[in-house]
Structures are given as C-alpha cells and as structure tokens.
C-alpha cells in the first residue's frame, strides 16, 4: 500500500481504539521502554500527542526518562507550515503551550536546540514497515527535521500495531525509525 492509503486506513483504525485499550497499551509500551538503556541520554525530543487522534501518550514515556535522568534536557518541535519544517524548543517546568490552527501543541517560546544535539527522539508515526519507515502526517517535518541530526541519534516510534510488510512509495528522504515500541514488543531496524 501506498503512504495515502497507508495513512488512512491507520488514521481510522487508530480512532477506533477504545480509551480503556489506549490506557492498558501506553502501560504496556511504557514497560517495553523500560527494557531499554537510557545510560547518556542527555537530549530528548518529545512531541505533545495530538488531541483526537489517538496518539500513544508520549508524555507518560518522557515522564518517567526525566524520573530516572533530572537533568533530562526536553524539548518540542514547533512547525512552520510556510515552508513544513520545524525547530526544536528545549522546554522547561513553567512552560507556556500553544495549539495552533493545525491542532498541534508547541510550546510558545524558548530556546531553540540544534537538530545534532538530540540522543533521542520520539517520532510520530501512523504504522511502520520491517525496515522502520513510517507513514506520517505527510508534510515531511519530521524527515527534513532528522536528516540534520547526528548519525548516534536513537529514533523510536510508539505504535499500538505492529509493524507491517512494506510501504510500497519509501523514497531518498525518508528517514527510518531505529526502533518501534508496541505493547507486545520492541522492534530494532
């Protein structure tokens, strides 16, 4: 299947998840990232979970990172439909938050943070392939965002489906996941 067709079957299959299931499958995700060393992480891009959309709760998983790491530097991205890329703001307790027109929260100011600095970025996704490629939103943020990232950078994508075959439309820019968390299992690409 195509990114398209990709993208709305796992738009719609997403919305159908009940909120009781979503509750138990960030659980379960968040036990699956614990699995993992977090030794060094001193950077983290996080993304605030769109509201509606049925987004595995990513704060949950940045919560307990900064449990175990306090001196965790967090931020978020903030988009720039003109041109559909995006910045990274590092974030602190008192944050002040925006949702913007597109429904995506970003935080309203702060102090940008240079794309190689990260060790570890949660990338949203719809559904990945075997090899890690994910289907986005389809505006390309997060690849042009990534492709000016260090090589070391651990990307990892939190999905409540497993990954699947292929995506027929991968081209030179896409940029694969180097792990998919599930609530049955850990994915490395």
Known sequence: MTKTEL???????????????????????????????IEGVKTLLNYWPIEGSNEPNTHLFSRYLQFFLPDLSIAYPVTDFSNNTMKAIIVESEQFYITNKYGLTEPKNGIEIDPAAFDLIFVPN????????????GKGFYDKFLAKCSDDVTLIGFNYFNPIDSINDINEFDIPLNYCITPEDVFEF
């Open 7 to 37: 993208r709305n079957l796992f738009k719609q299959k997403r919305q159908d998840i009940s909120a009781k299931d979503k509750l138990k499958w960030d659980d379960l995700m968040l036990l699956q990232l614990q699995s993992f060393n």
């Open 126 to 137: 719809l559904i990945c392939d075997k090899k890690g490629f994910r289907v986005g939103y």
